[in-house]
């Protein structure tokens, strides 16, 4: 069964930070774009960041950009979140797909979701 699992979500107050990892089982995801999105209750999925396999290249959304850091540690991909804001607060999930989109419909595969929030 091919999944994959996020973890590191927690409490965390304003300006702290948060480390969020996704690991791949039942295959690999060698050659798939990685992405992170959130969803905020009562909010739509939002896209946060992708990371390409090949030239390992990134791409944020506006809300995020200077704040995270999407970066790969082998068979993991992982998010770094500094600066955290209480706007942050959503439930977090890891996706693979084939082409690099903010549109959460290209993406095949998904974790189960791991919950931040951050407190004012």
């Known amino acids: 069964q091919v999944q994959l699992g996020e973890s590191g979500g927690g409490l965390v107050q304003a300006g702290g930070s948060l480390r969020l990892s996704c690991a791949a089982s039942?295959?690999?995801?060698?050659?798939?774009?990685m992405g992170w999105f959130r969803q905020a209750p009562g909010k739509e999925r939002e896209f946060v960041a992708a990371?390409?396999?090949?030239?390992?290249t990134t791409y944020y959304a506006d809300a995020v950009k200077g704040r995270f850091t999407v970066s790969r540690d082998n068979a993991k991909t992982t998010l770094q979140m500094n600066s955290l804001k209480p706007e942050d607060t959503a439930v977090y999930y890891c996706?693979?797909?084939?082409?690099?989109?903010?549109?959460?419909?290209?993406?095949?595969?998904w974790g189960q979701g791991t919950q931040v929030t951050v407190s004012s």
């Open positions: 996706a693979a797909g084939t082409v690099v989109s903010t549109h959460s419909t290209e993406y095949d595969y």
């Open positions: 039942g295959r690999s995801f060698r050659g798939y774009v």
């Open positions: 990371l390409t396999w090949i030239g390992d």
